[in-house]
């Protein structure tokens, strides 16, 4: 359980960080990434795991996020999003008077 923020983790084998797009526009959080073929283009392979192809998700993002401060990492084909909840979202305690 994380009380400050909220992470995601994307499994994007083949995609390197010049070819990963995050981005946020009214509340839609769009990330894209995309493989480069080149490599590939000229075997004839005779058993793949899985497409050549692109990644593309979408979520709507809440107002208990802080828009302004997320980050996103990309490591060993894993990309890590991290959602810092809004301060008016995260767990406080209240003082009983």
Known sequence: KNEKSLPIT??????????????????LLEIEGFIDSTPYQDLKPTYTEYNIGHYSRRFNVSNAIDTNNIEAVLAEGVLTLTLPKAAEAQPRQIQVN
């Open 10 to 27: 994307m499994d994007m084998p083949g995609v390197q960080k010049e070819n990963v797009s995050v981005k946020l526009e009214n509340s």
